[in-house]
C-alpha cells in the first residue's frame, strides 16, 4: 500500500523560507513522477511544481524562481524548498505520485495525473 507523508509545513514571515518533506512507502520512488499541489481556502488546488523520474522539473509561474522541488529515491523522499515566501502562498500543501508514462510539462501539471496523494501540510506566510 503506498502512502504519502509530508511534513515541514508551518508559519513563517513573508520573505522566509520553508522546507518541506514527502516521505513515500509501499513503493520504490525510483520510477515515480512527483509533484506539489497546494490548495488555498476558498480556491481550487493548484499544481506547484513537479519532478519526472528523469529528475526533469516542472514549475508553475508563480513560484518559479523561489521554489525548487527535489528528490532522494534512496531515502524515498521529495522535497520542496520555498523561498521568499509570499502571504500568496498560504495554503495546505500535497504530496502526489504517478508510476505512469512520462508526461508533456502540461501533463505533469494536472491533478489527475496522480494517483496517490498525502494528507498535505499546511504552510501560512504572515505578512
Known amino acids: 500500500q503506498v502512502q504519502l507523508v509530508e511534513s515541514g509545513g508551518g508559519l513563517v514571515q513573508a520573505g522566509g523560507s520553508l522546507s518541506l518533506s514527502c516521505a513515500v512507502s509501499?513503493?520504490?520512488?525510483?520510477?515515480?513522477?512527483m509533484a506539489w499541489f497546494r490548495q488555498a481556502p476558498g480556491k481550487d488546488r493548484e499544481f506547484v511544481s513537479a519532478?519526472?523520474?528523469?529528475?526533469?522539473?516542472f514549475y508553475s509561474d508563480s513560484v518559479k524562481g523561489r521554489f525548487t522541488i527535489s528528490r532522494d529515491n534512496a531515502k524515498n523522499t521529495v522535497f520542496l524548498q520555498m523561498n521568499s515566501l509570499e502571504p500568496e502562498d498560504t495554503a495546505v500543501y500535497y504530496c502526489a505520485a504517478d508510476w505512469g508514462p512520462l508526461s508533456t510539462a502540461q501533463g505533469m501539471a494536472l491533478a489527475n495525473k496522480y494517483i496517490y496523494w498525502g494528507q498535505g501540510t499546511q504552510v501560512t506566510v504572515s505578512s
Open positions: 509501499g513503493r520504490s520512488l525510483n520510477a515515480a513522477h
Open positions: 519532478i519526472s523520474w528523469t529528475y526533469s522539473t
